[in-house]
């Protein structure tokens, strides 16, 4: 076996027939494997041959970018992989569905591919026992609601779901222990009352949104960083320092404002309480003056 530990490929077109190899992947020295713009041109071949190689692989770090793939296999084994990265591909909801053997993966990208379900993603992590960051923005997610379960693992404590096409009811499912959740720039209009408590979570991003007002902390009592940049509040409520006594940081920014007197009092309370919005104040100007 070769002692290459580290090895990248880029820009690679394929051009011989794709066949079956049954390779040992033991007392091999390989880390790392970073594979970049890869055109496969052979069509007929078993998708299996391909995707076993990759899957298979005794290695922790692995990435396939921008290279138009539409399926992994799950190992057939428990894999030792730490850190797996998909970005720019073609992949779907079948990824890794009843897979048992991501046990020790702890940080799974798939920004930028085709997802379309919310639930069948969270159904995906829920064997993934030590996954703790998965980013799945820039994809076509959409959540239904509706009674509909979800079940992600219980160690993932930061999500991206940052540019998909999720709205209200995102907040259905959504995984219980999450620190860091960032839904920028989907459709979601309001953060329903009565959402599934998210006692851990200390990061919320809502910027570029459908908000006419300022979430509530109720279901987020941990909440210290919010930001809900160009949605479209007009005025802001000014119980939201009562509601959310933990948050340090409010970005509210690049909002059509209203001058008003609720936002004067909004203002007076900001300032009582110690200075919290950030960009102030020229992220903060009215677009609809009063009378």
Same mark, same amino acid.
């Given at each position: 076996?070769? /002692?290459? $530990?580290?090895? =990248?490929?880029?820009?690679?077109?394929?051009?011989?027939?794709?066949?079956?190899? =049954?390779?040992?992947?033991?007392?091999?020295?390989?880390?790392?494997?970073?594979?970049?713009?890869?055109?496969?041109?052979?069509?007929? +071949?078993?998708?299996? &041959?391909?995707?076993?190689?990759?899957?298979?692989? =005794?290695?922790?770090?692995?990435?396939?970018? &921008?290279?138009?793939?539409?399926?992994?296999?799950?190992?057939?084994? @428990?894999?030792?992989?730490?850190? %797996?990265?998909?970005?720019?591909?073609?992949?779907?909801?079948?990824?890794?569905?009843?897979?048992?053997?991501?046990?020790?993966?702890?940080?799974?990208?798939?920004? @930028?591919?085709?997802?379309?379900? %919310?639930?069948?993603?969270? +159904?995906?992590?829920?064997?993934?026992? /030590?996954?703790?960051?998965?980013?799945?923005?820039?994809?076509?997610?959409?959540?239904?609601?509706?009674?509909?379960?979800?079940?992600?693992?219980?160690?993932?404590?930061? %999500?991206?779901?940052?540019?998909?096409?999720?709205?209200?009811?995102?907040? $259905?499912?959504?995984?219980?222990?999450?620190?860091?959740?960032?839904?920028?720039?989907?459709?979601?209009?309001?953060?329903?009352? *009565?959402?599934?408590?998210?006692?851990?979570?200390?990061? %919320?991003?809502?910027?570029?949104?459908?908000?006419?007002?300022?979430? *509530?902390?109720?279901?987020?009592?941990?909440?210290?960083?919010?930001?809900?940049?160009?949605?479209?509040?007009?005025?802001?409520?000014?119980?939201?320092?009562? /509601?959310?006594?933990?948050?340090?940081?409010?970005?509210?920014?690049?909002?059509?404002?209203?001058?008003?007197? $609720?936002?004067?009092? +909004?203002?007076?309370?900001?300032?009582?309480?110690?200075?919290?919005?950030? *960009?102030?104040?020229?992220?903060?100007?009215?677009?609809?003056?009063? *009378?």
């Amino acid at each position: 076996h070769s /002692s290459v $530990e580290y090895f =990248n490929i880029n820009n690679v077109t394929q051009m011989s027939d794709i066949e079956h190899y =049954n390779f040992d992947y033991s007392g091999t020295s390989m880390k790392a494997l970073t594979m970049k713009k890869i055109k496969i041109t052979d069509m007929y +071949f078993s998708q299996d &041959d391909l995707y076993e190689i990759f899957a298979d692989m =005794n290695i922790t770090d692995m990435t396939i970018a &921008d290279s138009e793939m539409i399926h992994m296999l799950c190992p057939s084994r @428990k894999s030792s992989f730490r850190y %797996l990265n998909f970005l720019k591909n073609d992949l779907t909801d079948f990824l890794f569905q009843k897979c048992d053997n991501l046990a020790q993966l702890e940080t799974l990208i798939l920004q @930028k591919n085709k997802f379309e379900s %919310l639930r069948k993603v969270s +159904f995906m992590t829920s064997r993934m026992k /030590s996954l703790t960051y998965l980013d799945m923005s820039n994809n076509l997610l959409r959540h239904d609601g509706a009674g509909v379960q979800c079940q992600w693992a219980k160690s993932l404590a930061e %999500l991206d779901l940052s540019s998909n096409q999720l709205a209200d009811a995102v907040f $259905e499912c959504l995984p219980a222990n999450v620190q860091k959740l960032s839904l920028r720039n989907n459709q979601i209009s309001n953060v329903p009352s *009565g959402v599934a408590e998210l006692k851990s979570l200390e990061e %919320l991003n809502l910027a570029s949104n459908r908000l006419a007002d300022l979430p *509530g902390c109720g279901s987020f009592t941990s909440l210290q960083f919010l930001n809900v940049e160009m949605n479209s509040i007009l005025t802001p409520s000014a119980d939201f320092f009562q /509601s959310c006594p933990r948050v340090r940081e409010l970005q509210a920014g690049h909002n059509p404002f209203q001058c008003s007197c $609720e936002l004067q009092a +909004f203002i007076r309370l900001e300032r009582r309480s110690g200075g919290k919005l950030f *960009g102030w104040p020229a992220a903060y100007v009215c677009e609809y003056p009063e *009378g």
